[in-house]
């Protein structure tokens, strides 16, 4: 996906739980970087999550100024503060 730098970006965060448990006290980390790494914005919903269930957690808006090639990694994380899985999803400021 692309967008021109002063644009928003704005990207819906899910919560998928495929399993056929709960994961009571999730949240979902999520960050933007760019290419170098650095990070630009970070944040984080609350998730617990139904056995078999999907639910929109909000949206991540970010505006960049510069042009460049950016990452929105969001990971899942348990209530004990381990790494369930992780998404991201690539974009460029053009």
């Keep these: 996906d692309r967008w021109h730098?002063?644009?928003q970006m704005?990207?819906?965060v899910w919560a998928v739980n495929d399993?056929?448990?709960g994961i009571?006290?999730?949240q979902i980390r999520w960050a933007i970087t760019?290419?170098?790494g650095s990070i630009m914005k970070q944040g984080e919903?609350?998730?617990a999550m139904e056995a078999d269930s999907s639910r929109k957690l909000g949206d991540v808006d970010w505006t960049a100024e510069a042009a460049g090639r950016y990452e929105l990694r969001a990971q899942?994380?348990?209530a004990a503060g381990k790494p369930l899985?992780?998404?991201l999803f690539e974009f460029e400021i053009q």
Excluded: L, Q
Aim: aromatic share 12%.
């Design 85 to 87: 899985s992780e998404n």
């Design 5 to 7: 730098p002063g644009e």
């Design 10 to 12: 704005r990207c819906g």
């Design 34 to 36: 760019d290419s170098h």
């Design 76 to 78: 899942v994380i348990n």
């Design 45 to 47: 919903f609350p998730a």
């Design 19 to 21: 399993e056929w448990y």
């Design 24 to 26: 009571p006290g999730a």
